[in-house]
């Protein structure tokens, strides 16, 4: 039950930008995509209900023993020493962080994005080199197809409309890439060249319809006149022309595409019409719309954690910082690539999504756990020590090593875009590590976060917006606010809530209960509900001038300097507020000190 209540919500949240990150996949345009998208989205959130309710039932009920100390206690410690520094001295960290990172991702722009299936296989792969046979010796085993249209039945047997097929074959030979051109205009200049006595100079277009229709004729009476169904139809209305060509990228090709429709668009007249289609040409698209629908879903999958983050911490520009941690390993990754000159194709183009989700659960652990310790804490370095010193700490660590592990394997296959994605993704758990042990601790230091589930959790037994000067006036949602950026504690009775002559910036606001002040052993006095104790050393971290004795369970909201600070960073207006009482409290028992002294 314990381990339920600590981690319900950082698993709730882990959860819900996982389902909201792969819904965010069926924003585009691919179907196989959309689906993918949505059975992962179904998937997560059958995990989410196995582990909220098979998974207390299985601990319950199995019998469990406790184990040994976890390993690597030693290095832990280091590590969460390390953090602390970073958190303490945040400027320079986050300086240092922030160039490194830069660095790496300053390769972005020499990233392209391309998809050549040759590319895939290693140079002494079989089927490698038998595309590069089929390319030298047999014309290649690719092709575009541009079907043409005459408009009208019998219009490719005019010789005019044959020139123009012509002429497009020809501008097509002169391209990158192109390997060869057929079309059945090829069939009729060769039996023009038979019924010539094979004159070379008489391989043309004959210059009548009349001499095209009694070759299309003679044509009908050979061994396989099946031959030109391949390219034209039975009406000589429509035709197609096959242009072979080489195992390039899909970015070469739709360029040749576009030169070649160009062509079509400007020099053919409007009665004669075609396009660029084929098999290999609509791969070409389809990368090019896969690799594009995955880059928008990466960004709706960053837009829409970003409105999680948003929603749960209250603030647009916090928001945005707490991204910063999950998006920087990625672009290091991205940048990665372009200094290697490794391009992004269908499997590459995956590494930032998956990356995404990877970091964004370990951020939201972190944070969270940070938040809930920053209450028992009274320094945020501390609240980081105990969070990366602790269990969550190892956690992240071993599920960074394992997923490494895991994705290492990837890099011992043929194929290049499975080794190349399991390689980064390595890589990108490695970055991922560094950002949430070094930066994520600097950040911290500047962010002054405050979740909604704080704001929710907080409880008050009796109404705080009557007879606690501190307070004055301030609403409720106000004083929750306030609250949230300190400690509100339960003490015990007996409890030493200050020790005279001891150092500390906190002072103590009494919500319900009391405590007795004593100096040198003697009673001084007794103060209740409202009271406030220990301002000096929220003011000038000044000794404790006396002890301080819980009475009976008293609760108290303990307010120290890193608190006024994140409240003046986050809600000016408030500190503000807090301040001027605080004046006005300070002013009150001056005043009745200087009454007494008369």
């Known amino acids: 039950e314990s381990s339920a209540s600590e981690s319900f919500f950082s698993l709730f949240l882990a959860q819900l930008t996982t389902i909201v990150g792969t819904a965010s996949l069926c924003f585009t345009d691919i179907p196989a995509i959309q689906q993918f998208g949505i059975l992962s989205s179904v998937g997560a959130a059958f995990t989410a209900f196995l582990l909220y309710t098979f998974l207390p039932l299985a601990l319950m009920v199995l019998p469990i023993r406790a184990g040994k100390p976890a390993a690597g206690g030693r290095w832990m410690a280091g590590l969460a020493n390390l953090s602390q520094t970073f958190h303490r001295h945040k400027t320079a960290t986050l300086v240092a962080a922030f160039g490194f990172t830069l660095i790496l991702s300053a390769g972005i722009i020499r990233l392209e994005v391309e998809s050549n299936p040759k590319l895939f296989f290693k140079p002494a792969a079989p089927i490698r080199q038998a595309f590069s046979r089929l390319e030298e010796q047999m014309g290649g085993a690719l092709s575009l197809s541009v079907v043409f249209d005459g408009g009208a039945a019998g219009a490719l047997k005019d010789p005019w409309t044959l020139r123009m097929v012509e002429s497009l074959q020809n501008f097509s030979a002169t391209q990158p890439h192109v390997l060869k051109t057929i079309s059945f205009v090829d069939t009729v200049k060769r039996l023009n060249r038979s019924v010539h006595s094979g004159g070379v100079s008489s391989e043309s277009v004959p210059e009548t319809r009349e001499e095209v229709s009694q070759l299309l004729l003679l044509a009908s009476f050979g061994s396989d006149p099946s031959h030109f169904d391949r390219f034209v139809d039975y009406d000589y209305q429509r035709g197609r022309i096959e242009i072979r060509v080489k195992n390039a990228g899909s970015k070469e090709i739709l360029e040749l595409a576009s030169k ?23 791969s070409c698209r ?27 911490f209250g603030s647009s520009k916090v928001g945005v910082l707490a991204m910063i941690p999950n998006v920087a390993p990625i672009a290091a990754v991205l940048g990665l690539m372009g200094y290697m000159g490794v391009r992004i194709d269908m499997a590459t183009a995956l590494l930032a999504s998956v990356a995404l989700g990877i970091a964004l659960d370990d951020t939201i652990h972190f944070v969270v756990h940070y938040m809930r310790n920053i209450q028992t804490q009274p320094k945020g370095n501390l609240a980081v020590k105990e969070v990366v010193g602790g269990g969550v700490g190892r956690a992240m660590i071993y599920t960074n090593v394992a997923l490494a592990l895991g ?3 990837l890099m011992i296959s043929d194929f290049a875009p499975v080794r190349m994605f399991g390689f980064f993704m390595v890589v990108a758990m490695i970055m991922a590590c560094f950002d949430d042990f070094v930066m994520m601790p600097g950040l911290l230091g500047w962010i002054p976060l405050v979740g909604i589930w704080d704001y929710l959790r907080i409880k008050f037994k009796s109404d705080v917006t009557r007879g606690i000067p501190l307070f004055t006036g301030l609403d409720v949602s106000d004083i929750k606010k306030i609250v949230s950026m300190g400690r509100l504690m339960t003490v015990p009775a007996a409890w ?9 910036d906190e002072m103590f606001v009494i919500l319900d209960g009391s405590v007795t002040i004593q100096k040198a052993g003697k009673v001084v006095t007794h103060l209740g509900r409202g009271e406030t104790v220990g301002e000096m050393g929220l003011i000038s971290e000044h000794p404790r001038s006396a002890d301080v004795l819980v009475d009976e369970e008293t609760s108290v909201f303990a307010f120290g300097y890193e608190a006024l600070d994140r409240l003046e960073r986050r809600y000016p207006r408030l500190a503000t507020r807090i301040l001027h009482n605080l004046a006005a409290i300070l002013s009150r028992r001056l005043a009745e000190t200087t009454e007494q002294l008369k």
């Open 407 to 409: 994705f290492s394997v």
């Open 286 to 312: 389809a990368n090019e719309a896969i690799l594009q629908g995955q880059v928008k879903g990466f960004l709706g999958a960053v837009v829409v954690v970003f409105l999680v983050m948003w929603i749960c």
């Open 260 to 282: 070649i429709q160009q062509y079509i668009d400007t020099q053919w007249p409007t009665a004669l019409n075609g396009y660029v289609t084929g098999d290999h040409y609509m």
């Open 496 to 504: 030493p809530l200050m020790q005279e002559g001891s150092l500390g």
